[in-house]
T-cell receptor, first 118, second 113 residues
Framework: GAVVSQHPSRVICKSGTSVKIECRSL??????MFWYRQFPKKSLMLMAT?????????EQGVEKDKFLINHASLTLSTLTVTSAHPEDSSFYIC??????????????FGPGTRLTVT | AQTVTQSQPEMSVQEAETVTLSCTYD???????LFWYKQPPSRQMILVIR??????QNATENRFSVNFQKAAKSFSLKISDSQLGDTAMYFC??????????FGQGTRLTINP
């Protein structure tokens, strides 16, 4: 149980285009999902907290107009990188909290998406 | 603000040995949760063990155990009888009421045959 998927696992796009990354909780409902960015050999940096049916909460320094987050259902959150540039190339990871879990604050992570902007 | 510090960037031990990874944290909250996550080369984050701050008893999960020292704000992970599959990045993380996870810098652990 508690499986989170991400799609695509890898994506290459040209500079100036937009790319959408999906995060799905497969066997549980997730009121809250999180989006992280990870640079090579570095730790995870929280970008934003995604809440179903409401606006995402972005961390300081993260451009909300560049990284659009939509959490339209209890099992799906999407991250759209708009007008991507090479510096947006990174590994993006989502996680989800099981709304019905008896273990609060435990996040389940997706396998990540490697974005390369050329 | 809460912070998590892992002072060991890399560690290396022989298979079957015991290894301890260090983690210190800072928070002003009295109720919080601490976690150790493992990130193998596949980069999938895997929860290793968790500890509720209100519990005095140290958490254990098979070969993995923690030494939780609340007053010292220390949360170390001990891996007993280490195996080749334990080779990974290990992240210590803190969560408090806001539900956000704050991660440490990570420790790269290599288990040598």
């Amino acid at each position: 149980g508690a499986v989170v998927s991400q799609h695509p696992s890898r994506v290459i796009c040209k500079s100036g285009t937009s790319v959408k990354i999906e995060c799905r909780s497969l066997d549980f409902q997730a009121t809250t999902m999180f989006w992280y960015r990870q640079f090579p050999k570095k730790s995870l940096m929280l970008m934003a907290t995604s809440n179903e049916g409401s606006k995402a909460t972005y961390e300081q320094g993260v451009e909300k107009d560049k990284f659009l987050i939509n959490h339209a259902s209890l099992t799906l959150s999407t991250l759209t990188v708009t007008s991507a540039h090479p510096e947006d190339s990174s590994f993006y990871i989502c996680s989800a909290e099981d709304s019905g879990s008896e273990r609060p604050y435990e996040q389940y992570f997706g396998p990540g998406t490697r974005l390369t902007v050329t | 603000a809460q912070t998590v510090t892992q002072s060991q960037p890399e560690m290396s031990v022989q298979e079957a040995e015991t290894v301890t990874l260090s983690c210190t944290y800072d928070t002003s909250e009295s109720n919080y949760y601490l976690f150790w996550y493992k990130q193998p080369p596949s980069r999938q984050m895997i929860l290793v063990i968790r500890q509720e701050a209100y519990k005095q008893q140290n958490a254990t999960e098979n070969r993995f155990s923690v030494n939780f020292q609340k007053a010292a704000k220390s949360f170390s992970l001990k891996i007993s009888d280490s195996q080749l599959g334990d080779t990974a990045m290990y992240f210590c993380a803190l969560s408090q009421g806001a539900q956000k996870l704050v991660f440490g810098q990570g420790t790269r652990l290599t288990i040598n045959p």
